[in-house]
Protein backbone atom coordinates (compact mmCIF):
# COMPACT_ATOMS: atom_id res chain seq x y z
CA UNK A 1 0.00 0.00 0.00
CA UNK A 2 3.02 2.33 1.07
CA UNK A 3 4.44 1.51 -2.37
CA UNK A 4 1.07 2.23 -4.25
CA UNK A 5 0.63 5.24 -2.50
CA UNK A 6 4.03 6.67 -3.25
CA UNK A 7 4.03 5.82 -7.45
CA UNK A 8 0.20 7.66 -7.34
CA UNK A 9 1.90 10.72 -5.42
CA UNK A 10 4.01 10.45 -7.98
CA UNK A 11 2.06 10.20 -11.06
CA UNK A 12 -0.19 13.16 -9.67
CA UNK A 13 2.32 15.05 -8.99
CA UNK A 14 3.59 14.47 -12.89
CA UNK A 15 0.63 14.86 -13.97
CA UNK A 16 -0.21 18.67 -11.73
CA UNK A 17 3.47 20.02 -13.28
CA UNK A 18 2.23 18.70 -16.99
CA UNK A 19 -1.48 20.69 -16.61
CA UNK A 20 0.50 23.74 -14.53
CA UNK A 21 2.80 23.89 -18.11
CA UNK A 22 -0.56 24.06 -20.39
CA UNK A 23 -2.03 26.70 -18.29
CA UNK A 24 -4.25 24.76 -16.40
CA UNK A 25 -4.70 25.38 -12.35
CA UNK A 26 -6.33 22.67 -10.60
CA UNK A 27 -6.17 24.70 -7.17
CA UNK A 28 -8.77 27.10 -8.89
CA UNK A 29 -12.14 26.41 -7.75
CA UNK A 30 -14.58 25.74 -10.33
CA UNK A 31 -18.21 26.33 -11.03
CA UNK A 32 -20.12 25.62 -14.69
CA UNK A 33 -23.74 25.83 -13.24
CA UNK A 34 -25.30 29.03 -12.69
CA UNK A 35 -27.14 29.04 -9.38
CA UNK A 36 -26.85 25.16 -7.85
CA UNK A 37 -26.50 21.81 -8.86
CA UNK A 38 -27.87 18.44 -7.96
CA UNK A 39 -25.82 15.30 -8.12
CA UNK A 40 -27.20 11.99 -7.12
CA UNK A 41 -25.24 9.08 -6.49
CA UNK A 42 -27.18 6.04 -6.30
CA UNK A 43 -24.87 2.93 -4.22
CA UNK A 44 -23.21 1.57 -6.21
CA UNK A 45 -21.78 4.59 -7.88
CA UNK A 46 -17.88 3.88 -9.21
CA UNK A 47 -15.12 6.64 -9.25
CA UNK A 48 -15.41 7.04 -12.54
CA UNK A 49 -18.95 7.50 -12.81
CA UNK A 50 -19.05 10.09 -10.45
CA UNK A 51 -16.53 11.90 -11.77
CA UNK A 52 -18.61 11.75 -15.40
CA UNK A 53 -21.38 12.89 -13.13
CA UNK A 54 -20.04 15.78 -11.61
CA UNK A 55 -18.16 16.94 -14.98
CA UNK A 56 -21.42 16.94 -16.38
CA UNK A 57 -23.53 18.62 -13.91
CA UNK A 58 -20.40 21.45 -14.41
CA UNK A 59 -18.80 21.00 -10.84
CA UNK A 60 -15.57 20.22 -11.88
CA UNK A 61 -13.71 21.33 -14.76
CA UNK A 62 -12.88 17.31 -15.93
CA UNK A 63 -13.58 14.47 -14.56
CA UNK A 64 -9.72 13.22 -14.27
CA UNK A 65 -9.26 15.85 -11.39
CA UNK A 66 -11.48 13.55 -9.48
CA UNK A 67 -9.81 10.55 -10.54
CA UNK A 68 -6.39 12.04 -8.96
CA UNK A 69 -8.07 13.35 -5.73
CA UNK A 70 -8.79 9.43 -5.49
CA UNK A 71 -5.73 8.32 -6.77
CA UNK A 72 -4.31 10.85 -3.79
CA UNK A 73 -6.42 9.81 -1.36
CA UNK A 74 -7.00 5.98 -2.38
CA UNK A 75 -8.02 4.39 1.16
CA UNK A 76 -10.91 7.14 1.31
CA UNK A 77 -14.89 5.87 1.41
CA UNK A 78 -16.81 7.83 -0.89
CA UNK A 79 -20.57 7.75 0.37
CA UNK A 80 -24.00 7.86 -1.81
CA UNK A 81 -26.66 10.10 -1.83
CA UNK A 82 -27.69 13.32 -3.36
CA UNK A 83 -25.18 16.45 -3.31
CA UNK A 84 -25.78 20.07 -3.39
CA UNK A 85 -23.03 22.38 -4.95
CA UNK A 86 -23.98 26.33 -4.54
CA UNK A 87 -20.42 27.92 -4.84
CA UNK A 88 -16.92 27.00 -7.23
CA UNK A 89 -15.31 24.75 -5.46
CA UNK A 90 -11.75 22.73 -6.62
CA UNK A 91 -11.87 18.73 -7.44
CA UNK A 92 -10.48 18.43 -4.09
CA UNK A 93 -12.85 19.78 -2.32
CA UNK A 94 -15.32 18.25 -3.79
CA UNK A 95 -13.75 15.26 -3.16
CA UNK A 96 -13.60 15.46 0.30
CA UNK A 97 -17.19 16.56 0.81
CA UNK A 98 -18.64 13.26 -0.62
CA UNK A 99 -15.90 11.70 1.61
CA UNK A 100 -17.87 13.22 4.49
CA UNK A 101 -21.14 12.58 3.24
CA UNK A 102 -22.32 16.24 3.12
CA UNK A 103 -24.96 14.63 2.07
CA UNK A 104 -28.62 17.50 1.13
CA UNK A 105 -31.22 17.35 3.04
CA UNK A 106 -34.03 19.41 3.96
CA UNK A 107 -34.91 19.58 7.55
CA UNK A 108 -38.56 19.29 8.89
CA UNK A 109 -39.43 20.33 12.16
CA UNK A 110 -42.87 18.86 13.19
CA UNK A 111 -43.53 20.43 17.40
CA UNK A 112 -45.91 18.48 19.64
CA UNK A 113 -49.40 19.42 18.99
CA UNK A 114 -49.06 20.26 14.87
CA UNK A 115 -51.90 18.71 13.01
CA UNK A 116 -51.95 17.99 9.46
CA UNK A 117 -52.80 21.29 8.39
CA UNK A 118 -50.06 22.43 9.77
CA UNK A 119 -47.51 20.07 8.33
CA UNK A 120 -49.01 20.81 4.57
CA UNK A 121 -48.66 24.14 5.35
CA UNK A 122 -44.14 23.41 6.75
CA UNK A 123 -43.44 21.02 3.79
CA UNK A 124 -44.91 23.21 0.89
CA UNK A 125 -42.33 25.98 2.56
CA UNK A 126 -39.81 23.78 2.61
CA UNK A 127 -40.67 23.62 -1.58
CA UNK A 128 -40.79 19.50 -1.40
CA UNK A 129 -44.09 18.80 -2.65
CA UNK A 130 -47.28 20.80 -2.15
CA UNK A 131 -49.51 21.38 0.88
CA UNK A 132 -52.75 19.62 -1.13
CA UNK A 133 -50.52 16.32 -1.89
CA UNK A 134 -49.15 15.94 1.47
CA UNK A 135 -52.97 16.53 3.20
CA UNK A 136 -54.21 13.97 0.28
CA UNK A 137 -51.78 11.40 1.47
CA UNK A 138 -52.61 12.24 5.09
CA UNK A 139 -56.05 12.03 4.80
CA UNK A 140 -55.56 7.77 3.57
CA UNK A 141 -55.86 6.63 6.89
CA UNK A 142 -54.92 2.61 5.22
CA UNK A 143 -51.16 2.98 7.13
CA UNK A 144 -52.44 2.94 10.29
CA UNK A 145 -55.32 0.80 10.04
CA UNK A 146 -53.81 -2.44 11.15
CA UNK A 147 -53.19 -0.56 14.45
CA UNK A 148 -56.25 1.93 14.61
CA UNK A 149 -59.27 0.78 12.64
CA UNK A 150 -61.23 3.75 13.20
CA UNK A 151 -59.08 6.38 11.95
CA UNK A 152 -60.40 8.79 9.80
CA UNK A 153 -56.95 9.90 8.64
CA UNK A 154 -53.85 9.80 9.59
CA UNK A 155 -54.05 12.87 12.25
CA UNK A 156 -52.72 11.75 15.47
CA UNK A 157 -50.22 9.58 13.89
CA UNK A 158 -47.86 11.61 12.43
CA UNK A 159 -44.97 11.66 15.28
CA UNK A 160 -43.81 15.26 16.24
CA UNK A 161 -39.98 14.88 15.53
CA UNK A 162 -37.22 16.61 13.18
CA UNK A 163 -37.17 14.87 9.84
CA UNK A 164 -34.69 14.99 7.46
CA UNK A 165 -35.94 14.81 3.81
CA UNK A 166 -34.54 14.91 0.24
CA UNK A 167 -35.67 16.13 -2.65
CA UNK A 168 -37.18 12.45 -3.67
CA UNK A 169 -39.11 12.38 -0.58
CA UNK A 170 -42.48 11.91 -1.45
CA UNK A 171 -45.89 12.38 0.56
CA UNK A 172 -46.46 9.01 1.11
CA UNK A 173 -43.04 8.02 2.28
CA UNK A 174 -42.98 11.29 4.77
CA UNK A 175 -46.33 9.85 6.02
CA UNK A 176 -45.12 6.28 6.66
CA UNK A 177 -41.75 7.92 7.92
CA UNK A 178 -43.93 10.01 10.79
CA UNK A 179 -46.47 6.96 11.25
CA UNK A 180 -43.28 4.70 11.80
CA UNK A 181 -41.97 6.94 14.81
CA UNK A 182 -45.62 6.90 16.34
CA UNK A 183 -45.45 3.27 16.94
CA UNK A 184 -42.12 3.35 18.09
CA UNK A 185 -43.04 5.56 20.75
CA UNK A 186 -46.73 3.59 21.24
CA UNK A 187 -44.20 0.36 21.30
CA UNK A 188 -42.41 1.83 24.19
CA UNK A 189 -45.05 2.97 26.52
CA UNK A 190 -46.42 -0.87 26.81
CA UNK A 191 -49.91 0.14 26.90
CA UNK A 192 -52.83 -2.26 25.97
CA UNK A 193 -55.30 0.14 26.02
CA UNK A 194 -57.18 0.69 22.85
CA UNK A 195 -54.93 3.20 20.96
CA UNK A 196 -57.59 5.18 19.32
CA UNK A 197 -58.93 6.70 22.08
CA UNK A 198 -55.72 7.31 23.67
CA UNK A 199 -54.05 9.30 21.10
CA UNK A 200 -57.70 11.22 20.40
CA UNK A 201 -57.73 12.32 24.10
CA UNK A 202 -54.00 12.68 23.93
CA UNK A 203 -54.39 15.34 20.95
CA UNK A 204 -56.80 17.48 23.13
CA UNK A 205 -54.94 17.47 26.11
CA UNK A 206 -51.91 18.66 24.01
CA UNK A 207 -54.40 21.28 22.28
CA UNK A 208 -55.17 22.43 26.21
CA UNK A 209 -51.92 22.40 27.81
CA UNK A 210 -48.94 25.00 27.56
CA UNK A 211 -47.14 23.21 30.78
CA UNK A 212 -45.88 20.24 31.06
CA UNK A 213 -46.77 19.24 34.78
CA UNK A 214 -50.48 20.54 33.99
CA UNK A 215 -51.20 17.84 31.63
CA UNK A 216 -52.15 14.97 33.50
CA UNK A 217 -54.54 17.25 35.19
CA UNK A 218 -55.99 18.52 32.05
CA UNK A 219 -56.52 14.59 31.09
CA UNK A 220 -58.40 13.76 34.64
CA UNK A 221 -60.79 16.56 33.48
CA UNK A 222 -61.75 14.72 30.52
CA UNK A 223 -61.59 11.86 31.36
CA UNK A 224 -64.05 12.86 34.55
CA UNK A 225 -66.56 14.57 32.33
CA UNK A 226 -66.42 11.39 29.86
CA UNK A 227 -67.25 9.14 32.86
CA UNK A 228 -70.47 10.84 33.19
CA UNK A 229 -71.66 11.84 29.88
CA UNK A 230 -70.85 15.53 29.95
CA UNK A 231 -69.44 17.55 26.69
CA UNK A 232 -65.96 18.08 27.09
CA UNK A 233 -66.20 21.78 25.62
CA UNK A 234 -63.22 21.42 24.15
CA UNK A 235 -62.74 24.84 22.23
CA UNK A 236 -59.95 22.92 20.02
CA UNK A 237 -62.10 20.36 18.66
CA UNK A 238 -64.41 23.46 17.37
CA UNK A 239 -61.34 24.66 15.71
CA UNK A 240 -60.43 21.38 14.14
CA UNK A 241 -64.01 21.03 13.09
CA UNK A 242 -64.07 24.40 11.25
CA UNK A 243 -60.50 23.49 9.62
CA UNK A 244 -61.73 20.41 8.21
CA UNK A 245 -64.82 22.61 6.95
CA UNK A 246 -62.10 25.24 5.32
CA UNK A 247 -63.67 27.71 6.99
CA UNK A 248 -61.48 28.22 10.25
CA UNK A 249 -60.90 32.60 10.02
CA UNK A 250 -58.46 32.54 12.90
CA UNK A 251 -60.94 32.62 15.75
CA UNK A 252 -63.38 30.56 17.14
CA UNK A 253 -67.11 32.37 16.33
CA UNK A 254 -70.32 31.41 17.37
CA UNK A 255 -70.77 29.62 14.39
CA UNK A 256 -67.92 27.44 14.57
CA UNK A 257 -69.35 27.01 18.60
CA UNK A 258 -72.85 25.80 17.02
CA UNK A 259 -71.45 23.78 14.48
CA UNK A 260 -73.00 20.11 14.03
CA UNK A 261 -69.80 18.50 12.92
CA UNK A 262 -69.02 15.52 14.80
CA UNK A 263 -65.70 16.91 15.89
CA UNK A 264 -67.53 20.03 17.85
CA UNK A 265 -67.36 18.92 21.54
CA UNK A 266 -69.23 21.75 22.78
CA UNK A 267 -72.63 20.09 20.59
CA UNK A 268 -71.73 16.54 21.09
CA UNK A 269 -70.24 14.48 24.28
CA UNK A 270 -68.00 12.19 24.08
CA UNK A 271 -64.75 12.32 22.65
CA UNK A 272 -64.64 13.25 18.26
CA UNK A 273 -64.26 10.60 15.72
CA UNK A 274 -60.22 11.04 15.60
CA UNK A 275 -57.50 13.30 16.56
CA UNK A 276 -57.62 16.84 16.04
CA UNK A 277 -53.72 17.08 16.31
CA UNK A 278 -50.43 14.71 16.60
CA UNK A 279 -49.61 14.33 20.55
CA UNK A 280 -46.11 13.96 21.91
CA UNK A 281 -44.86 11.30 24.24
CA UNK A 282 -45.56 13.30 27.71
CA UNK A 283 -49.45 13.87 26.23
CA UNK A 284 -49.83 10.16 25.59
CA UNK A 285 -48.33 9.41 28.59
CA UNK A 286 -50.72 11.56 30.40
CA UNK A 287 -54.10 10.47 28.79
CA UNK A 288 -52.67 7.04 29.64
CA UNK A 289 -52.46 7.98 33.55
CA UNK A 290 -54.31 11.04 34.45
CA UNK A 291 -54.36 12.94 37.44
CA UNK A 292 -56.47 10.96 39.98
CA UNK A 293 -58.99 14.16 40.79
CA UNK A 294 -62.44 15.56 40.88
CA UNK A 295 -61.82 18.06 38.58
CA UNK A 296 -64.43 18.62 35.88
CA UNK A 297 -63.37 22.32 34.92
CA UNK A 298 -60.68 24.63 34.19
CA UNK A 299 -60.00 28.09 32.82
CA UNK A 300 -56.61 29.87 31.69
CA UNK A 301 -54.83 31.82 34.23
CA UNK A 302 -54.08 36.09 32.54
CA UNK A 303 -50.54 36.12 34.44
CA UNK A 304 -49.22 34.92 31.11
CA UNK A 305 -48.01 31.63 32.78
CA UNK A 306 -49.72 29.49 30.33
CA UNK A 307 -51.00 27.73 33.28
CA UNK A 308 -54.70 26.96 34.61
CA UNK A 309 -57.04 26.83 37.57
CA UNK A 310 -58.61 24.18 38.11
CA UNK A 311 -62.07 23.27 39.94
CA UNK A 312 -64.92 20.72 40.62
CA UNK A 313 -67.97 22.73 40.66
CA UNK A 314 -69.36 25.11 38.28
CA UNK A 315 -69.27 27.70 40.96
CA UNK A 316 -65.95 27.46 41.46
CA UNK A 317 -65.21 27.59 37.51
CA UNK A 318 -67.51 30.75 37.85
CA UNK A 319 -65.24 32.26 40.26
CA UNK A 320 -62.26 31.06 38.43
CA UNK A 321 -63.47 33.09 35.24
CA UNK A 322 -64.43 35.73 36.84
CA UNK A 323 -60.60 35.99 38.20
CA UNK A 324 -59.16 35.33 35.13
CA UNK A 325 -61.61 38.64 33.62
CA UNK A 326 -60.59 40.79 36.95
CA UNK A 327 -56.76 39.90 36.24
CA UNK A 328 -56.97 40.13 32.23
CA UNK A 329 -58.42 43.99 32.88
CA UNK A 330 -55.11 44.90 34.83
CA UNK A 331 -53.00 43.73 32.59
CA UNK A 332 -54.58 46.08 29.75
Not at 286 to 304: C, E, K, Q, S
Request: hydrophobic letters at 40%; glycine letters at 8%; aromatic letters at 10%.
Amino acid sequence: MRHFRRAALVIFFGVLGGLAYLGVDMNTPYAAFSQEAFVDFPKGTTTRQMANLLQNSGVIRHSWEFLLARALRPGSALQAGEYRFSRPATAMEVFDRITRGDIFYYELLVPEGANMFDIAAAVERLGIFSASDFLEAARDPASIQDLDPQAPTLEGYLFPDTYRLSRHTTPGRLCRLMTGAFRSVWRGLHSGVPVHHVVTLASLVEKESKRADERSAIASVFSNRLAIGMKLDCDPTTIYAALLAGAYRGVIHKSDLASSSPYNTYQHAGLPPGPIANPGTASLHAALHPADTDYLYFVARADGSGGHYFSSSLAAQEANIARYRRAARRRR
